[in-house]
């Protein structure tokens, strides 16, 4: 079965910093989902990314994956205390149009202002 | 902007009791989901349901767990005889279609507590 590493699995940055989060595939990535969680509320859809090379952007957060399809970071410009939360990366597995998403464990980013 | 919501946010109940957990999802979606998340762990794949049929379910989704579309806006996940280990935080989430290209849209979760 697929396995998502996260790292790191905390971060603390200083408002203003950028700061980058990396989700790790033991197999190859067909689709890579990207979600944001504050403590006990719901995952929060950020960005999908499915082509090897492929890089988005959304406000000041950009997440690219790797050309292998295995690996897939996400970058945050000028961190401000609002992006604090859980990062979650999730992944189709199947190549084929799978249900279901498997999750990593989550990086929690804390902003201090 | 459209979203997933979920009914009640907060669910007590004692062990071997009978839960249901209901979600609205997305109204021009066509995929559910529920998903469960034990606290201090990953987010975990329960089932999948499109055409009023289960499409995919993962070995947590035992005899114990059925879901439902009794409408055409409810979707709904019930436990038959819930055990300690059933306490979670369950998400349902809804896409237009399914794969990889389409984006599963997440609730903000039923928070389930069994004594």
């Known amino acids: 079965s697929q396995e998502l590493e996260q790292s790191p699995q905390s971060l603390i940055v200083q408002e203003g910093k950028n700061l980058t989060i990396n989700c790790t595939s033991s197999?190859?990535?067909?689709?890579l989902y990207w979600y944001k969680q504050k403590y006990g509320e719901g995952l929060i859809f950020l960005m999908m990314?499915?082509?090897?090379?492929e890089e988005k952007s959304h406000e000041k957060i950009t997440a690219k994956l790797d050309e292998k399809k295995q690996q897939s970071s996400l970058h945050i410009t000028a961190s401000q205390p609002s992006h604090a939360g859980i990062y979650l990366c999730?992944?189709?597995?199947?190549?084929?149009?799978?249900?279901?998403?498997?999750f990593g464990k989550g990086t929690k980013l804390s902003v201090i202002p | 902007e459209p979203e997933v919501t979920q009914t009640p946010s907060h669910q007590v109940t004692q062990m071997g009791q009978e839960v249901i957990l209901r979600c609205v999802p997305i109204?021009?979606?066509?995929?559910f989901y529920w998903y469960r998340q034990i606290l201090g762990q990953k987010v975990e794949f329960l089932v999948s349901?499109?055409?009023?049929?289960?499409?995919?379910k993962s070995e947590i989704f035992d005899d114990q767990f059925s879901v439902e579309r009794p409408d055409g806006s409810n979707f709904t996940l019930k436990i038959r005889s819930t055990k300690l280990e059933d306490s979670a935080m369950y998400f349902c989430?809804?896409?237009?279609?399914?794969?990889?290209?389409?984006?599963?849209?997440f609730g903000p979760g039923t928070r389930l507590t069994v004594t």
């Open positions: 989430a809804s896409s237009e279609k399914t794969g990889k290209s389409y984006e599963q849209y």
């Open positions: 197999k190859t990535l067909y689709g």
């Open positions: 990314l499915q082509k090897g090379g």
């Open positions: 999730g992944a189709d597995a199947s190549g084929a149009g799978s249900y279901q998403l498997t």
């Open positions: 109204s021009n979606h066509l995929y």
């Open positions: 349901f499109y055409n009023n049929e289960i499409s995919e």
